[in-house]
């Protein structure tokens, strides 16, 4: 840690001190022996498991090839087939093409590159509570401020951020069904009052907050949402970097909402442990940008595509739709006995495997428990379990486990998060902090 400390900028957060020496399925070794159950998955990167084995069988095949030609000097298959599975798996029964990166940030950025080259606009509509990473304007997409934000402004101009559909602590303080869902058609009334639909090129949005604490929007919210970016000629975006790859339940969250977006984004999962990000939508939107104009030394690296390729092979072989909604059945179980039992949980959020706990001080005034919160993490590493937490005023736990986690061991890990909680107030003395993305 001392080592840690000297050689890495204070910048880079760590939500937990354990050191990995080892990780395979749901579980982490640390390089003092301790194993511990990983509720954390990398943060959702590896919901096919810790060195699935097609995943590293795929890698070590590719790397007794080559590893980099660049793909803009010698392309490769892998690539191209890397392409064309998420054409043929993203929702949308249109022609599709795709661009593979490194990272979900780069593919945020590229998706709104194209979306700009393809609508000849500026703008771009993100909501509050949203992240869609850490590059410039990723970040400018991104809504927490302290830490992500803070001392990095200047930001691009033509960015405008609306209200998400947050029902527990409404923005437009509404209820929901009677609200009608309001934040949605809040769209229209930003066409009126902040920008000219004619300036928008984008609307990007997560189907479910990844960051933002898992919150997840009532049934019709996409659909108006949608409708509304087609009236108007705007790209829709789904940023899927922390919903897909089987997470929810279903490949991506959006298609249990029923939406086709023009663009889908994804990352962190598709790779199965390996950095790779990609943009994939409408074949005349993608192909807007001129010759040349979307590219990167390593983007789609050969190593990264047949890791991706071989967890799209395991999606066929293993229902990870499936394994995520019994392990969806089994959290609801606990968590709704929490929520009853103990004042701490003030609501569960979340689709599928994508699960999360909001802790308050007070059920009526909603004040976030954030120390208690960080206190939850710091007990359940030292009790074995790998947990992060998440929110704007992070005061969320949630869980991204591998989706090969046991039954045995998820059972294990939640009785573990269960003592944290109840144990959450009793040594407050954990600082404001939380997990970074
Ligand atoms: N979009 C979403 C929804 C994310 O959750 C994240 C990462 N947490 C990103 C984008 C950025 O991805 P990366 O860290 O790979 O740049």
């Given at each position: 840690m ?24 749901a ?16 943060i959702?990167c ?19 090839r ?23 798996l ?6 599709k093409k ?6 979900g ?9 194209i ?13 509050q ?8 304007l ?9 830490p992500?934000k ?5 930001f691009p101009?033509?960015?405008?951020r609306?209200?998400?559909?947050y ?7 509404l209820?929901?069904?009677?609200c ?10 930003v ?8 300036s928008?090129?984008a ?13 997840t929007?009532p049934?019709?919210?996409?659909k ?15 940023d ?34 390996l950095?790779i ?13 001129v010759v040349?104009?979307?590219g ?7 190593v990264?595509?047949?890791a ?5 092979d ?22 709704s006995?929490?929520?009853e039992?103990?004042p ?17 001080r ?11 919160t ?10 074995g379990?790998?947990?992060i ?7 969320i ?11 045995e061991?998820?059972?294990?890990a ?6 944290a ?9 954990a600082s ?6």
């Open positions: 001392q080592r840690r400390r000297n050689a890495v900028p204070r910048g880079v957060y760590h939500a937990t001190p354990v050191f990995a020496a080892k990780a395979e399925g579980l982490v070794e640390d390089v003092d022996g301790n194993v511990f159950i990983d509720l954390a998955g990398g959702g590896v919901n096919v498991g810790h060195r699935a084995e097609p995943v590293v069988a795929a890698i070590k095949e590719q790397a007794s080559y590893l980099h030609t660049c793909f803009s000097v010698s392309p490769y298959e892998g690539f191209v087939e890397l392409a064309e599975r998420l054409n043929a993203t929702p949308g029964n249109f022609p795709t661009l593979l990166v490194n990272t940030a780069e593919a945020v950025e590229n998706a709104v590159k979306a700009r080259a393809y609508t000849k606009r500026p703008a771009v509509i993100c909501f509570d949203a992240f869609h990473g850490r590059s410039l990723a970040l400018s997409l991104t809504s927490k401020v302290r992500y803070v001392g990095f402004d200047p101009s033509d960015i405008y609306i209200p998400y559909a029902c527990y602590r409404c923005p437009l303080g209820e929901y069904p009677s009608e869902v309001a934040c949605a058609k809040h769209l229209e009334h066409f009126k009052n902040v920008v000219a639909p004619e928008v090129a609307v990007i949005v997560e189907p479910v907050l990844g960051e933002g604490g898992f919150i929007p049934p019709e919210y996409f108006i949402l949608a409708e509304i970016c087609r009236k108007h000629n705007i790209v829709f975006i789904a899927e970097v922390q919903t897909g790859i089987c997470r929810t339940g279903s490949l991506f969250a959006i298609e249990q909402y029923g939406v086709d977006p023009d663009i889908l984004i994804t990352a962190k999962s598709l790779g199965g442990g950095p990000g990609a943009v994939t939508g409408r074949a005349e939107i993608m192909d807007a940008p040349g104009g979307l990167g030394t390593f983007i789609g690296n050969p990264s595509c047949a991706a390729l071989a967890v799209i395991m999606l066929e072989s293993v229902d990870l739709n499936a394994r995520a909604k019994q392990l969806e059945r089994i959290f609801l179980e606990r968590a006995e929490w929520r039992h103990m701490i949980v003030g609501a569960i959020h979340g689709l599928g495997a994508m699960r999360s706990l909001e802790l308050v007070d059920h009526k005034t909603k004040e976030p428990a954030t120390a208690e960080n206190n939850i993490v710091r007990y359940c590493y030292e009790h379990v790998l947990t937490s998440a929110g704007t005023s992070g005061n736990i949630r869980i991204l486990m591998p989706l090969v986690i046991t039954d061991q998820f059972t294990e939640l009785s573990v998060l269960e003592a909680i109840a144990n959450a107030g009793v040594a407050a003395t404001d902090r939380g997990a970074y993305a």
